[in-house]
């Protein structure tokens, strides 16, 4: 597979003199390359086959197309990912990636028990076990892609300048319910659309409210409405999951696998896909999760380890089919396999 994080020798160098209770002399960047930034580069890797894999997976007669761009002046348009449709002078929307692997151990923070590899470190869990996984969960299979919004302006050099961001992915991190978690992000996408399915004469607008007013996080930010117009492209979730290629993360009925319950290995990661005998969210499951900080409260490493194994693994499977819509070589994707 092929990780877009840097070197992970350094890395792990980095965390065992951490928990020695040195201070290592690194930058960060030299640490750790978040791939969600690589965006600033029009010519990194990561984005472009983020891109690769959207073309590849339109559907006949899907209007949109996607393109990796750098800044603009005064940043009007921000970096990354456009989406245009012939019918419109401006592109459609903007869209950058949000990790979903856990934040990485880095020296700038995400050292504390509310980051679920710095909690397992500090239970007692290995290093050699947590660079793995981040770096297995930083490949073309470990993220989402949100829509972005003009946040705020401020005077930069004595310019306008704009500041584009994602609302929903800075809120669905730690400090909220969904601790950065994959399957409960996946839940509220899927009752999003389960509630377009159930009333299609509902208006976005009121799918904000009644999903916000029922607990969810997803359309509760100023970015709701573009979030709407990018998960409505892709019609059902049926239809979100296989152009994203997220079959490794649900079951046959299309039900989200809960990764704090399922018991997977790490051999599982060359399967595609799950029967309906793995345990899945539900709505009563999810009303409790709401009510609590499930992964935070996990304070046996063995646990916590099942969990970040579980995320691994499911990442993994969904990179490899990834990997295999966009590079023709089939060693162009592999480094270290």
């Known amino acids: 597979m092929r990780h877009f994080c840097g070197e992970k020798e350094i890395y792990l160098e980095y965390l065992k003199q951490k928990m020695q209770g040195k201070e290592p002399d690194m930058g960060s960047d030299e640490i750790y390359i978040d791939p969600d930034n690589t965006y600033q ?43 245009e449709d012939p ?91 969904m601790e950065d978690s994959v399957d409960l992000t996946l839940y509220e996408i899927k009752c999003f659309y389960d509630l377009t399915k159930q009333h299609p004469d509902w208006n976005d607008e009121i799918l904000c409210e ?56 790490w051999e599982d990661g ?6 309906l005998d793995v345990p899945v969210l539900n709505g009563e499951s999810v009303k409790d999760y709401r009510a609590s900080k499930r992964i935070r409260n996990i304070k046996d490493a063995k646990k916590l380890r099942q969990v970040l194994t579980n995320v691994r693994s499911m990442t993994v499977r969904r990179t490899k089919q990834m990997e295999s819509l966009v590079y023709t070589d089939s060693k162009a994707g592999r480094d270290g396999e």
């Open 41 to 83: 580069n029009s010519d990194c890797e990561f984005y472009n086959k983020l891109v690769d894999v959207l073309m590849k997976q339109r559907k006949a007669g899907d209007a949109w197309s996607y393109s990796l761009h750098g800044y603009t002046a005064g940043n009007e348009r921000p970096a990354g990912i456009w989406v």
């Open 87 to 177: 019918a419109s002078s401006e592109p459609v929307l903007y869209l950058r990636s949000d990790q979903f692997g856990f934040s990485a151990p880095k020296k700038e923070g995400s050292w504390d028990e509310r980051y679920p590899y710095a909690s397992f470190l500090n239970l007692g869990g290995e290093e050699s076990f947590v660079a793995d996984c981040v770096w297995d969960t930083r490949t073309l299979g470990g993220s989402f892609l949100w829509p972005l919004i003009d946040a705020a302006r401020c005077g930069k050099n004595g310019e306008s300048w704009k500041v584009w961001d994602s609302r929903y992915n800075m809120h669905r991190g730690v400090g909220s319910y």
């Open 210 to 265: 009644k999903l916000t007013d029922a607990g969810g996080l997803l359309l509760n930010y100023a970015d709701h409405m573009r979030i709407c117009k990018w998960l409505r492209h892709f019609q059902d979730f049926k239809g979100y999951v296989e152009s994203f290629c997220f079959h490794p993360f649900v079951n046959e009925r299309y039900e989200i696998v809960d990764i704090t319950e399922a018991k997977l290995t």
């Open 270 to 275: 060359d399967g595609y896909g799950f029967a």
